[in-house]
């Protein structure tokens, strides 16, 4: 049983929908693009465990709060703190907690745009057969092509950005639900594909033991964090985008199980990658940690030496763009929401509003590949040397804010919340799976983003 509150906005038509709606919002360029990029980065094996555990202990215990205040506000995440505060007799300022959310939701969408607009870019350079038999070299020149010209990453984003807003004004159910219900499979079937191409590339073993043999000596306090934020980035988590999932969700679906399905589709998509392209790295002579464009410069080498690679890599980048696109929604949506319930906005007024906003600030992101590729503004400190101002922007969000939204809503729902409250809206009982739950929001998110914190700052070393 549920509180009887009712969104305006509508809601999933079942389970089924909300499970794709969330997996569509979580499998996205944070799987495919960043995990291989960021894991080869940061030494692969170790950073990949320090992942795993992650999604394990903060990621899906997070899910399960995010989706259940959002199933209990029914509003977007400003209201439903708001209301959720004073149901708790908490102080209104938990309704911050929400616009920490729609700040980085629309900081993640406006570089999340041009990245995905490099995807859409590469969609027509496969079909046009220009990775046909392409080099290591002639490969990365296509893509420093691409990102050092402004007004073609310009062009790009816009369409992306679009894409997303038209989307989000026709509304939750429409068109979203479908795409992700024949997204995900296929993706998953693409993926295995690439993985068996993978396998014949006489790297494969190579490819396995960086990704899955743990070497600690190569992981930093500050890869640590970059782990542990991605593990919130990857599963959506910590600005309120599952929240808002959730408040669409009907009453009376199990949380938890939905929250565990997402987060292994999740988690096995991102593995999946991986097992695809550093065989490939490895058997190009590439270099595992050569960043954001590492898996532009490695896939298409080999599309361009498989048989109908043309055809399969065109229909890669759509997948790819397809599933940045479902995730490009969500983290629109709690804005989307706000406006719609407090600025009295049509769902068409709404989007227009945001994504024009979230257009613009995307300029940042296209400057940093090309005028501003030098420009390293907080290069003071060590670890931030050589960021760019997308680096930085990348870094706030997803290893700063979400975190922290994340030990936010961790505290709302294990310290704040009524324990009843929680106990009715998991619908799980007050058993061992519960208790199991509680424990994990109440100690073990909070104490390990705060000690992740303190170790990178260098106050506390482990
Ligand atoms: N989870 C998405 C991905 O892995 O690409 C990115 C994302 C979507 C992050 C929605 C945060 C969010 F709220």
Redesign the pocket.
């Known amino acids: 049983m549920t509180q009887q509150r009712k969104s305006v906005h509508g809601s999933w038509s079942n389970r089924l929908a909300f499970v794709l709606a969330a997996t569509g ?11 291989p990029y960021i894991a080869g980065e940061n030494g692969g094996g170790a950073f990949v465990l320090v992942y795993l555990v992650c999604i394990g202990l903060i990621g899906i215990p997070i899910m399960m709060a995010e989706v259940m205040l959002g199933r209990r506000g029914r509003q977007s995440p400003i209201n439903t703190m708001r209301t959720l505060a004073a149901e708790a007799n908490a102080h209104p300022a938990w309704r911050w907690l929400g616009w920490a ?1 729609v700040i ?2 629309f900081l ?2 406006s570089y ?1 745009s041009v990245i995905a607009g490099w995807a859409l870019a590469y969609v027509f350079r496969s079909m046009a057969g220009v990775f046909d038999g392409a080099t290591a070299d002639g490969v990365g020149s296509i893509f420093t092509q691409l990102t050092e010209d402004p007004e073609r990453l310009l062009a790009w984003h816009t369409i992306f950005m679009v894409m997303t807003m038209v989307v989000v004004a026709r509304g939750v159910k429409s068109g979203l639900e479908q795409a992700v219900r024949f997204l995900v499979p296929a993706l998953f079937v693409l993926l295995i594909m690439l993985d068996g191409y993978a396998m014949a590339s006489g790297a494969f073993q190579q490819g396995l033991d960086f990704l899955f043999t743990p070497d600690f000596s190569k992981i930093t306090a500050n890869g640590v964090l970059i782990a542990m934020g991605h593990s ?11 929240m808002v999932y959730g408040s669409y969700l009907p009453d009376r679906t199990s949380v938890a199980r939905t929250s565990i399905i997402i987060a292994l589709l ?1 988690t096995l998509v ?1 593995l999946l990658a991986g097992m695809a392209i550093f065989p490939l790295v490895f058997s190009n002579g590439l270099e595992p940690g050569s960043g954001p464009g590492l898996i532009f410069q490695t896939l298409p080498i080999a599309f361009g030496h498989m048989t109908g690679g043309d055809l399969f890599g065109t229909l890669f980048f759509v997948l790819l763009v397809f ?2 696109w479902t ?2 929604i ?2 629109i949506e ?1 804005a989307v929401a706000w406006l719609v319930e407090n600025k009295g906005m049509t769902r068409v007024h709404a989007s227009v509003y945001a994504g024009a906003a979230t257009w613009g600030m995307g300029l940042v992101t296209i400057l940093s590949f090309s005028h501003w590729s030098d420009f390293h503004p907080l290069s003071f400190i060590s670890i931030f040397e050589k960021y760019t101002v997308f680096d930085l922007l990348d870094y706030l ?2 290893n700063i804010m ?1 975190p922290l939204g994340g030990l936010a809503i961790a505290i709302f729902s294990a310290w704040v919340m009524r324990r009843q409250d929680s106990v009715q809206e998991l619908d799980m009982g007050d058993g061992p799976a519960y208790r199991l739950w509680h424990f994990l929001v109440c100690y073990v998110t909070p104490v390990a983003v705060v000690v992740v914190f303190l170790n990178v700052t260098g106050i506390v070393e482990f």
């Open positions: 919002s979580a499998v996205g360029l944070g799987n495919i693009w960043k995990f959310g980085a939701g993640i969408l999340y919130f980035f990857t599963l959506s988590l910590g600005m309120g985008a599952i999740d991102a599933a940045a995730s490009a969500s983290l709690p969000t997803a979400l």
